[in-house]
Nanobody
């Protein structure tokens, strides 16, 4: 089992910045990769950024160049630095931790980001 908790959301003006955190605990030795997703009202959940176990971090086209995902030295916290925020970034942001093996996916409860114009 892995417990996942996001934090750092809030209300920000267009062009502003926020840093989200995702802390996970439990059976962290099995963590394979970590993803940030978001879901706006009336829309499907979408993948925003992804740190694989090996390889480069990947970003969706909608956030590339504005968002940066990183992982701390303990490897049990990941961050999503969000700059140049736009109203279309308004959504609930979720952290997903995938473990292996067997494969399991663990989601946090999410943190709300609202960008006001």
């Amino acid at each position: 089992q892995v417990q996942v908790v996001e934090s750092g959301g809030g209300l920000v003006q267009v062009g502003g910045s926020l840093r989200l955190s995702c802390a996970f605990s439990g059976d962290t030795l099995r963590v394979y990769d970590v993803k940030w997703h978001r879901q706006a009202p009336g829309k499907e959940r979408e993948l925003v950024a992804h740190i694989p176990r090996a390889g480069n971090t990947n970003y969706s086209d909608s956030v590339k160049g504005r968002f940066t995902m990183s992982r701390d030295g303990s490897r049990s916290t990941v961050y999503l630095q969000m700059n140049s925020l736009k109203p279309e970034d308004t959504a609930k942001y979720y952290c997903r931790v995938d473990t292996c093996c067997p494969w399991n996916a663990y989601w946090g409860p999410g943190t709300q980001v609202t960008v006001s114009s």
